[in-house]
Every structure is written in C-alpha cells, then in structure tokens.
C-alpha cells in the first residue's frame, strides 16, 4: 500500500482583510512574508524551522471551507509559550487563553492561544511529544 500523505506543503486560512492580516502576521508574529498580491488578497508566509507554508486569502463568495474566524488547532511551538504571549501582547496581537500547563500520562507541557485579527485562533505549545 502507498502512502497517502507524504508531507505537509501549507496550511491556509481564510481572512477578511489582506492588510490587517499582513501587518498581524508580519509584525505581530514576525512570520517571513515570501508574497503578497494585493488585488487578490492572498499572502504566504514562511514557518520558521520547517518547508511547509503558511498562506492565507479574502475568502470569495461561495467558496468553500472554513469562514474566516473558525480555524483552530494548528499548533505552534516556542520553547517559552509564556514569553511569546508576552511578545505578542507587546506587538498588539491578542492572547484568547494565557500560558496553562498541561498534565498527560507521558509528562507535561505550557499550551496557550492567540487570535489574529479575524479571530482564527492557534495554539501555542512547548510540546515536543
């Protein structure tokens, strides 16, 4: 039997706004922005430590997926959760749930969200396992 996924190539999430999404992403969270096109509305960021892509678009009338401000569950990881909030409270970005530790069968970890400006939310995580 083959393989049915191989690899991640990039996560997309659908905005309302190409530039308020820009400036959140860019400067807010610091991501790599590697295009924009403005007349589309469509931008791509760099995950730092891994190829895969983080895009992003105005969602057209009658496209599918998911509105934009429904997205959760990609989870991100800084080795610090509690000092990336801080940062991004810093920059103006918005923490939905404060750094908590969570307790498993196989050990610990800090797990916090953020929001960007549709409300998209993502986790945060220190989580290696």
Not at 27 to 53: I, N, W
Not at 91 to 120: H, I, K, M, Q, Y
Request: proline content about 6%.
């Amino acid at each position: 039997m083959s393989d049915v996924i191989v690899g991640l190539h990039a996560v997309t999430v659908h905005i309302t706004d190409a530039t308020r999404a820009r400036t959140f992403y860019r400067d807010v969270l610091g991501l790599k922005e590697l295009a924009y096109d403005e007349k589309s509305g469509r931008l791509v960021f760099a995950l730092p430590g891994t190829p895969t892509l983080l895009s992003m678009h105005v969602q057209g009338p009658g496209e599918g997926g998911r509105e934009p401000g429904t997205v959760s569950g990609v989870v991100f990881f800084h080795p610090e959760p509690a000092a990336a909030c801080r940062e991004i409270t810093r920059r103006g970005g918005r923490v939905t749930l404060e750094p908590t530790v969570v307790e498993t069968a196989v050990g610990s970890f800090v797990r916090a969200v953020f929001a960007d400006p549709d409300g998209n939310e993502f986790l945060l995580s220190n989580r290696t396992n």
